[in-house]
């Protein structure tokens, strides 16, 4: 079942060494919980799993990209489940399926692939919606998907914090963080979007009327899936202090702009930091062999 947690401790690793400031800073190392299911997709998927399997259904549709770190990760969560997933890919079928697709196709799920126009309406294609299907949203997003990353923090000493930091797609994470957060803590969020005008109205309907979170939206370093030779830079020399590998979709973004923060004081001295690292390694397989130095 997809409520038991794959492993029992998620490590909280201390880098507060590398930013060289009067701040505390430490890593949730979300990435190492589960092979497949990484990061934050577990906590996001938990509880639609559930409904899904309560509601006995028996496929689950979803919707993704051709590297979607949530297509890959319901794949597995479904098949660890005994359900059937569809997975619905924006674009058409290309001649060779991307790492991530062949790997969602190895853990059982179908691939319906639908033309962008469609994708960006999520029409489902006429016979796949039945009664025996249940339906997640693209990237998880909604109140089940916040009710599951809230107990991302299950397992962390909250008290010992005054800040949480996140990479954020959707803002679900981002949600889910706020529910779970102590009054006082606040919450960071780094927008991986350019221009994503939506994305303060769909962190605030999900939770909960809370004020305690701030999104930054200067930090996308070209868009989403772009990247810069600076942010590549940078991941290579975070893995070589801190040895935590991240991507260049997330992850990456987060610490980068954690960096410039702290060198700007954005966050008041003495602040304790807990970064997410929500996962999304698979994803780095996309860049040119050599770029990484992990
Ligand atoms: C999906 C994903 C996110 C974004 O999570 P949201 O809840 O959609 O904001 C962040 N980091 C990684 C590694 C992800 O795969």
Not at 119 to 125: A, E, G, L, T, V
Not at 237 to 265: M, N, Q, W
């Amino acid at each position: 079942m997809l409520t038991d947690l794959p492993s029992n401790s998620i490590p909280t690793i201390n880098i507060t060494d590398f930013f060289n400031r009067e701040i505390h800073v430490s890593v949730l190392r979300l990435d190492m919980i589960h092979p497949v299911i990484s990061g934050n997709k577990w906590f996001k998927l938990r509880f639609y799993i559930d409904e899904a399997i309560a509601q006995r259904k028996t496929t689950v549709l979803t919707f993704g990209g051709a590297w979607s770190n949530h297509i890959i990760a319901t794949a597995a969560a479904c098949k660890l489940n005994g359900l059937k997933a569809t997975g619905l890919i924006r674009g058409e079928a290309p001649a060779a399926l991307s790492p991530t697709l062949l790997q969602a196709r190895e853990w059982g799920m179908e691939l319906v692939f639908i033309s962008r126009n469609d994708y960006r309406q999520k029409i489902i294609p006429a016979g796949l919606l039945r009664d025996t299907s249940y339906l997640i949203p693209e990237g998880g997003y909604g109140e089940m998907g916040a009710r599951g990353a809230a107990t991302m923090l299950d397992r962390v000493t909250k008290k010992d914090y005054t800040h949480y930091c996140c990479a954020v797609g959707t803002g679900t994470m981002m949600a889910g963080l706020t529910r779970a957060a102590l009054p006082g803590q606040q919450i960071i969020g780094v927008s991986v979007l350019k221009n994503n005008h939506d994305l303060d109205r769909n962190v605030s309907v999900l939770c909960a009327g809370s004020r305690s979170w701030q999104l930054l939206h200067g930090h996308h370093e070209g868009g989403y899936a772009r990247h810069s030779p600076a942010l590549i830079r940078f991941m290579n020399e975070f893995y070589g202090h801190t040895g935590i590998p991240s991507d260049f979709v997330y992850t990456g973004k987060l610490f980068f702009a954690i960096r410039r923060l702290i060198e700007d004081h954005f966050f008041p001295p003495g602040s304790r930091l807990l970064l997410i690292h929500s996962g999304g390694l698979q994803g780095n397989v996309s860049l040119p062999k050599g770029t990484l130095n992990f």
